[in-house]
């Protein structure tokens, strides 16, 4: 079993910043992908970013040059550096991580969700 754990969300005004952070943790053996996913109300959950364990990483169009994913290897963290907040950035915003189980099975977890509000 592995568990994902966000914190960070919160309400911002259109410019702001936030930091949203994701903690894995459980029979972890590796993580190869973490990424941030959001999900605003109405709307498919989507993509804004992601990153490997050789920290190489992609962002969607909209969240390029404003957001950045960093990641903590020993940690099995994630952080999502959130700059130049938009009232469309509001959402739920989720972690999700690919990996292997000391059981060398095959993990794809999410975690609960953090609520992002853009507004002033």
């Known amino acids: 079993q592995v568990q994902l754990v966000e914190s960070g969300g919160g309400l911002v005004q259109p410019g702001g910043s936030l930091r949203l952070s994701c903690a894995a943790s459980g029979s972890i053996f590796s993580i190869n992908t973490m990424a941030w996913y959001r999900q605003a109300p109405g709307k498919q959950r989507e993509l804004v970013a992601t990153?490997?364990?050789?920290?190489?990483?992609n962002y969607a169009d909209s969240e390029k040059g404003r957001f950045t994913i960093s990641r903590v290897n020993a940690k099995n963290t994630v952080v999502l550096q959130m700059n130049t907040l938009l009232p469309e950035d509001t959402a739920v915003y989720y972690c999700?991580?690919?990996?292997?189980?000391?059981?060398?099975?095959?993990?794809?977890?999410w975690g609960q969700g953090t609520q992002v509000t853009v507004s002033s």
């Open positions: 999700n991580a690919v990996g292997l189980t000391t059981r060398i099975s095959r993990f794809d977890s």
């Open positions: 990153i490997t364990s050789g920290v190489s990483t």
